[in-house]
């Protein structure tokens, strides 16, 4: 998009010789047509209307050849262990909260210790408990192998931060380790726990390159996710692929998240792809239905209220216009309300304005930017506390009243700012 052309001819050649190239590069594995449509069933652009518009599939052999070597790794059963003893001892004792492993979570616990796999999995649909399970196997697992052999890895910055602080163990975001490892030689130890968090968000080079790693040193790599929840963003779909070629992956079944009955069996048909869920969410009003900007309207009508009753409340939607435009939104009214003050502001890159009181969103990991633990990363949300005649900002923390406080440099703010009313989903 940053290129400019004499002519839209001139930018479709170029175009189609890019794709020519990145199709001659690749494999295709959506098989090719080996008949001929009549007319009446072909689209403007000649393809045929019993396929899917722009639904052909490619991949490459460096993929796939990652694949193989991750079920390889999957199959193998050479890596560390704990006794099933400790395990049973470890599922029968309440973690420092008070809470008590259940059934499916106890027999996953067991299911992954004893294994030996060198690459594990533990899969979780939403508010299963996966944190309380992953919590017992650190106990058990620091039982036999020591204080600090149980490390955390996540895909981004922000879900790594929430591992350590839900399991405290050392974590860090996977592109930091693999840059940690290649500047510093940073790797594994025999004996130790990989737990992988976010698994399915993980790309396929990335996990290849951990497990690999992993496997050297006598390490094991646990995976932890659900396949039914967002993929990654690169190319991924190996924690679903390591899920289903096996008739034993440990699950846990049970939710805890939800209030009701009702709630628990339609999340668990929503990820199954079960149309008549959709019918109980609206029996229990929990649709509403309508023309784009209407519904737009009525999200953040909704969210307005939430936030006025003092309810926590995300404005959730699917494209990166829809959140520009309600985060300017917002911000008018929190001008109006007085909440933001718009005395100085300072633009940013996607045509917003931030000011004083305003919330905000960091989408770049910067580890210089810091105040003690606290330090800048991608996803994590702020309040603006000054905007400064040099184009620099200082922030808090969302919802602390007072410490955390960072100065974002005027060339980050440019860049890497954004308003934090609304967020798309992968990033909420």
């Given at each position: 998009m940053g290129w400019r052309f004499a002519s839209i001819q001139d930018r479709e050649a170029i175009t189609g010789l890019v794709v020519d190239a990145a199709e001659h590069a690749s494999l295709r594995l959506t098989p090719p047509e080996l008949a001929s449509s009549p007319l009446q069933f072909r689209r403007v652009d000649g393809t045929s209307r019993f396929r899917p518009h722009a639904s052909t599939l490619f991949s490459s052999e460096v993929l796939l050849a990652a694949e193989d070597r991750l079920l390889a790794r999957a199959a193998a059963t050479a890596g560390p262990v704990v006794s099933l003893e400790t395990v049973e001892r470890i599922a029968r004792k309440p973690d420092a909260r008070g809470r008590v492993l259940g059934e499916d979570q106890a027999a996953a616990l067991a299911a992954i210790a004893v294994s030996g796999r060198v690459v594990d999995v533990l899969v979780g649909p939403a508010g299963a408990g996966k944190t309380t399970a992953m919590n017992g196997l650190r106990r058990a697992w620091e039982k036999e192998h020591g204080t600090g052999s149980v490390i955390g890895l996540a895909p981004s910055a922000v879900a790594a931060q929430v591992l350590a602080d839900d399991l405290g163990i050392a974590t860090e975001n996977t592109a930091k380790w693999w840059q940690n490892h290649i500047m510093y030689g940073a790797t594994f130890t025999a004996g130790q726990l990989l737990i992988i968090d976010e698994a399915s968000l993980a790309g396929t080079i990335s996990l290849d390159r951990l497990t690999h790693e992993a496997e050297k040193t006598g390490a094991k790599v646990l995976l932890v996710g659900d396949w039914g929840q967002?993929?990654?963003?690169?190319?991924?779909?190996?924690?679903?692929?390591?899920?289903?070629?096996?008739?034993?992956?440990?699950?846990?079944?049970?939710?805890?998240?939800?209030?009701?009955?009702?709630?628990?069996?339609?999340?668990?048909?929503?990820?199954?792809?079960?149309?008549?869920?959709?019918?109980?969410?609206?029996?229990?009003?929990?649709?509403?239905?309508?023309?784009?900007?209407?519904?737009?309207?009525?999200?953040y009508t909704a969210w307005r209220a939430d936030l006025a009753a003092g309810r926590a409340s995300i404005l959730v939607t699917e494209t990166q216009a829809t959140v520009t435009e309600l985060n300017a939104r917002a911000r008018a009214d929190r001008i109006i309300d007085g909440t933001v003050n718009p005395t100085r502001e300072l633009a940013l890159h996607d045509g917003t304005a931030v000011s004083e009181g305003d919330l905000v969103i960091t989408r770049e990991n910067d580890r210089r930017l810091r105040n003690g633990r606290t330090w800048v990363r991608n996803g994590s949300r702020w309040i603006v506390t000054e905007v400064r005649e040099d184009g620099s900002v200082s922030i808090r923390p969302a919802g602390r009243r007072f410490g955390g406080g960072i100065v974002l440099p005027a060339d980050y703010v440019a860049d890497h700012l954004e308003l934090g009313y609304a967020i798309t989903a992968p990033r909420a």
């Open positions: 967002l993929q990654s963003p690169g190319a991924g779909g190996s924690f679903a692929m390591l899920v289903h070629a096996r008739d034993d992956a440990p699950e846990l079944t049970d939710l805890h998240r939800f209030t009701n009955e009702w709630e628990k069996t339609t999340s668990l048909q929503l990820r199954h792809g079960r149309a008549d869920a959709i019918d109980t969410l609206i029996e229990h009003g929990r649709i509403t239905g309508g023309d784009e900007e209407a519904m737009i309207d009525a999200a």
